[in-house]
């Protein structure tokens, strides 16, 4: 096993924080991850050269390491003014002690429309790398939603890498239910006049699990537009970083980026570490960031117990609430409904 540095900031803060890149430990070997593909009409899979100028938010330590790990790409065509009713449908099921990893790649047409769903699974203890690329040509829109399902005893590195041209849009939704050691990246190069990105995450990190988080938005074409949020719970002695940029790099005029990032403290023996970051090189911008973090409020928490609810049951439903409001947005029933099951409710 040998260490790779990731998720680097793009600028650093105090090294003494600890918080400018984090590590993991990866083996020299690995296999190609199995996975189940559902694909609709119209997207097609025909030999193309994935982009490598393309990188993610892990940085280019794991950019390297996907090269080098030989694995082949499963690359996805959509072509020119094409509206795809049904998600391209990624079941990734993950085996025990064996280091799997996955590199796909999208490159989205002019005019055209396309949603992914990634289910990420395992039964047992293990570790995976996933890298998705993505092109996004003028006019084009892409969706992909991640659900994070693994056993607690289960790690999983997953980046993300964007580059969007004029007038698209892409939106990333991830959602984390469980996992040992979960590391996301994601970085989105808006080098197109007026394209956008959004990221909605919801999250519950528990038994001493650990969640890493870097997103990047950087705005290199004019009148750009971000808008990040990630909402989740730590309980059980859980640690969670998140780091989340918006980059308005010079010539970007008109952009606007807005970052916003609610955390809930189910127990004391939790740790949360927030970076919102800001990089301006710009004049005619506007950039936005927030955080809320804290335990459930007591008014609220006295409210719902004069309503015959117990604590246990508060907590439980507020912890949920963070995750199942991400659920619903898959554009899957058979997903939502095992997600909604895996959280104790029923989905007629």
Same mark, same amino acid.
């Given at each position: 096993?040998?260490?790779?540095?990731?998720?680097?900031?793009?600028?650093?803060?105090?090294?003494?924080?600890?918080?400018?890149?984090?590590?993991?430990?990866?083996?020299?070997?690995?296999?190609?991850?199995?996975?189940?593909?559902?694909?609709?009409?119209?997207?097609?899979?025909?030999?193309?050269?994935?982009?490598?100028?393309?990188?993610?938010?892990?940085?280019?330590?794991?950019?390297?390491?996907?090269?080098?790990?030989?694995?082949?790409?499963?690359?996805?065509?959509?072509?020119?003014?094409?509206?795809?009713?049904?998600?391209?449908?990624?079941?990734?099921?993950?085996?025990?002690?064996?280091?799997?990893?996955?590199?796909?790649?999208?490159?989205?047409?002019?005019?055209?429309?396309?949603?992914?769903?990634?289910?990420?699974? #395992?039964?047992?203890?293990?570790?995976?790398?996933?890298?998705?690329?993505?092109?996004?040509?003028?006019?084009?829109?892409?969706?992909?939603?991640?659900?994070?399902?693994?056993?607690?005893?289960?790690?999983?590195?997953?980046?993300?890498?964007?580059?969007?041209?004029?007038?698209?849009?892409?939106?990333?939704?991830?959602?984390?239910?469980?996992?040992?050691?979960?590391?996301?990246?994601?970085?989105?190069?808006?080098?197109?006049?007026?394209?956008?990105?959004?990221?909605?995450?919801?999250?519950?990190?528990?038994?001493?699990?650990?969640?890493?988080?870097?997103?990047?938005?950087?705005?290199?074409?004019?009148?750009?537009?971000?808008?990040?949020?990630?909402?989740?719970?730590?309980?059980?002695?859980?640690?969670?970083?998140?780091?989340?940029?918006?980059?308005?790099?010079?010539?970007?005029?008109?952009?606007?980026?807005?970052?916003?990032?609610?955390?809930?403290?189910? #127990?004391?023996?939790?740790?949360?570490?927030?970076?919102?970051?800001?990089?301006?090189?710009?004049?005619?911008?506007?950039?936005?960031?927030?955080?809320?973090?804290?335990?459930?409020?007591?008014?609220?928490?006295?409210?719902?117990?004069?309503?015959?609810?117990?604590?246990?049951?508060?907590?439980?439903?507020?912890?949920?609430?963070?995750?199942? #409001?991400?659920?619903?947005?898959?554009?899957?029933?058979?997903?939502?409904?095992?997600?909604?099951?895996?959280?104790?409710?029923?989905?007629?």
């Amino acid at each position: 096993m040998r260490e790779l540095t990731v998720n680097y900031l793009p600028g650093m803060t105090w090294t003494w924080l600890k918080m400018n890149s984090c590590n993991v430990k990866v083996a020299d070997e690995s296999v190609k991850g199995k996975c189940e593909i559902k694909l609709p009409e119209d997207v097609d899979t025909k030999s193309n050269v994935c982009n490598p100028e393309i990188t993610g938010g892990m940085g280019p330590n794991f950019d390297r390491f996907m090269t080098k790990s030989g694995i082949d790409q499963d690359i996805f065509i959509v072509k020119d003014l094409k509206k795809i009713d049904k998600p391209v449908i990624m079941d990734f099921k993950y085996e025990k002690e064996v280091q799997s990893v996955n590199q796909v790649c999208f490159n989205i047409g002019e005019g055209s429309e396309v949603s992914v769903i990634q289910d990420f699974t #395992s039964k047992e203890g293990g570790l995976a790398a996933i890298q998705t690329k993505v092109r996004l040509k003028s006019e084009s829109s892409m969706k992909l939603y991640q659900i994070i399902r693994v056993n607690e005893e289960f790690s999983l590195i997953n980046d993300v890498a964007v580059d969007s041209l004029d007038n698209s849009n892409f939106e990333l939704i991830q959602i984390l239910i469980s996992g040992k050691n979960v590391y996301l990246g994601c970085k989105d190069e808006l080098q197109g006049k007026e394209s956008t990105l959004n990221i909605k995450t919801g999250y519950q990190v528990k038994h001493q699990g650990l969640l890493d988080i870097n997103y990047n938005a950087r705005h290199t074409g004019k009148n750009t537009l971000s808008d990040i949020n990630v909402n989740g719970v730590l309980s059980e002695g859980a640690s969670k970083t998140f780091r989340g940029t918006i980059d308005l790099v010079k010539g970007c005029s008109g952009a606007k980026g807005n970052e916003m990032e609610d955390v809930l403290l189910m #127990s004391d023996d939790v740790v949360n570490q927030t970076i919102p970051l800001i990089l301006c090189d710009e004049d005619d911008v506007e950039g936005n960031h927030g955080a809320t973090i804290g335990q459930i409020p007591e008014d609220i928490k006295n409210y719902m117990m004069s309503r015959g609810i117990p604590g246990d049951e508060i907590a439980r439903l507020m912890a949920d609430s963070k995750v199942l #409001s991400v659920v619903d947005l898959v554009p899957d029933e058979v997903k939502v409904k095992e997600l909604h099951e895996l959280f104790g409710e029923e989905v007629d």
